[in-house]
């Protein structure tokens, strides 16, 4: 193929991103739900942009949780496309089963990206800004660690004894300046891909709750790969 070829390609492709970004911006959830004030959404009261996804899981809360709160890279990983993250070397394994050493508190860490990753001696990993035991978790980042200030909670929303819904909406109020509108633009064009990443996490974590009750799949730490 000639040069191009490979530009229509690339065109294209774009366009297929912008397109599926529009058309998948929050992807699962309703018109009530993008608009819900969520617990989280006072860290970031005037945000630049947002989304909200969403997915049903026909399981009780008290199921998906335990799911949800061992996320992680140094954990029960990211319960999305784990030979896609690793063929990059992040090194990610979604866990099968519950461990209840990896549950996680206000104040720790969720490790996205491991140390020493492409020369980042410390990784990438985001605090746990808040904590309510069954229904949220709220990952926050903020200056002057990160150039912009914004939230990534989940939430557990029953609907039922044997059903519930399970949120992720992410909110971002970028910093002014040259860094802070390179920022906004990353994130911009980054957002298919994060898109597709959060919607099979989602999946996966519906899947393990609605087929493996955790009663039955709490493992031992050092047999979770």
């Known amino acids: 193929m000639g040069p191009f070829a490979w530009i229509a390609i690339a065109i294209v492709a774009m366009l297929a991103l912008v397109l599926a970004r529009f058309r998948w911006r929050n992807w699962g959830a309703t018109t009530s739900e993008i608009a819900q004030i969520l617990t989280g959404d006072e860290?970031?009261?005037?945000?630049?942009?947002?989304?909200t996804r969403a997915v049903?899981?026909?399981?009780?809360?008290?199921?998906?949780?335990?799911?949800?709160?061992?996320?992680?890279?140094?954990?029960?990983?990211?319960?999305?496309?784990?030979?896609?993250?690793?063929?990059?070397g992040l090194d990610i394994h979604s866990a099968t089963g519950i461990n209840p050493g990896w549950r996680l508190r206000e104040g720790d860490r969720v490790v996205l990206v491991r140390p020493g990753w492409m020369g980042l001696k410390k990784g990438y990993s985001l605090p746990v800004a808040l904590i309510e035991p069954g229904h949220v978790m709220v990952l926050r980042q903020s200056p002057p660690e990160h150039?912009?200030?914004?939230?990534?909670?989940?939430?557990?929303?029953?609907?039922?004894?044997?059903?519930?819904?399970?949120?992720?909406?992410?909110?971002d109020a970028i910093n002014?300046?040259?860094?802070?509108?390179?920022?906004?633009l990353f994130s911009q064009l980054l957002d298919p891909i994060t898109m597709l990443m959060t919607r099979k996490m989602l999946l996966t974590i519906k899947s393990r709750a609605e087929q493996f009750p955790t009663l039955a799949t709490t493992i031992p730490q050092e047999s979770v790969v």
């Open 43 to 51: 860290f970031v009261p005037n945000p630049a942009g947002g989304t």
């Open 147 to 171: 150039p912009w200030n914004a939230v990534w909670s989940f939430h557990v929303i029953p609907q039922g004894e044997t059903r519930c819904r399970l949120l992720s909406r992410s909110r």
């Open 176 to 184: 002014p300046g040259l860094g802070g509108a390179v920022g906004r």
């Open 56 to 88: 049903t899981v026909d399981a009780p809360a008290e199921e998906v949780w335990p799911w949800l709160i061992q996320i992680g890279q140094d954990r029960g990983g990211m319960y999305s496309y784990d030979w896609l993250e690793n063929l990059i």
